[in-house]
T-cell receptor
Framework: DAMVIQNPRYQVTQFGKPVTLSCSQTLNHNVMYWYQQKSSQAPKLLFHYYDKDFNNEADTPDNFQSRRPNTSFCFLDIRSPGLGDAAMYLC??????????????FGAGTRLSVL | SQQGEEDPQALSIQEGENATMNCSYKTSINNLQWYRQNSGRGLVHLILIRSNEREKHSGRLRVTLDTSKKSSSLLITASRAADTASYFCATALGGNTPLVFGKGTRLSVIA
């Protein structure tokens, strides 16, 4: 059974048109992450939520925003997608009070294309 | 900058052979984790090794950690075509600092 679910699997948007990617989890984990992964590269952390506390990576563009309305759901909003934002977006979760000690559970990802 | 760097970037072997991937990192860690990613999918956790451990096994996987050299290796024995994937190491520095992923090794196992 899927534990971290990302919708949609494939998303096509137009240059400059806002887009929202969604992630839900059935694990009741405290922490949720959003990563951007481009072809043949490492996943790059954009931000993470520790419960309701939002933690933005220093080099995440302002164009990327996130919302976590409750424990189960987290959204990635790209306000004005550029061609360089085409990538796989991965959502992950982890449990517990100490992030470093816990493994991450990933969704299958959403592949975003920008036309 | 990347904390973990995998070596080699790509590896191609015949089914039945062993595959060894290496990961080097720069600073002291709490633990090191290995993940697998099939093409177009999310990452799947394989194994976690703590900084006070030197070796860990899980099925056909063997992970070693040398904190003095700041390096780890992942060995997959008796490889299968289904092992074809990218393998990433991720380092955990401690506290509430998120994992940092390396660039990965693309493994191709040819039947």
């Amino acid at each position: 059974d899927a534990m971290v679910i990302q919708n949609p699997r494939y998303q096509v948007t137009q240059f400059g048109k806002p887009v929202t990617l969604s992630c839900s989890q059935t694990l009741n984990h405290n922490v949720m992450y959003w990563y951007q992964q481009k072809s043949s590269q490492a996943p790059k952390l954009l931000f993470h939520y520790y419960d309701k506390d939002f933690n933005n990576e220093a080099d995440t563009p302002d164009n990327f925003q996130s919302r976590r309305p409750n424990t189960s759901f987290c959204f990635l909003d790209i306000r004005s997608p550029g061609l360089g934002d085409a990538a796989m977006y991965l959502c992950a979760t982890s449990r517990g009070k100490t992030i470093a000690k816990n493994i991450q559970y990933f969704g299958a990802g959403t592949r975003l294309s920008v036309l | 900058s990347q904390q973990g760097e995998e070596d080699p970037q790509a590896l191609s072997i015949q089914e039945g052979e062993n595959a060894t991937m290496n990961c080097s990192y720069k600073t002291s860690i709490n633990n090191l984790q290995w993940y697998r990613q099939n093409s177009g999918r999310g990452l799947v956790h394989l194994i976690l090794i703590r900084s006070n451990e030197r070796e860990k096994h899980s099925g056909r996987l063997r992970v070693t950690l040398d904190t003095s050299k700041k390096s780890s290796s992942l060995l997959i024995t008796a490889s299968r075509a289904a092992d074809t994937a990218s393998y990433f190491c991720a380092t955990a520095l401690g506290g509430n600092t998120p994992l940092v992923f390396g660039k990965g090794t693309r493994l191709s196992v040819i039947a």
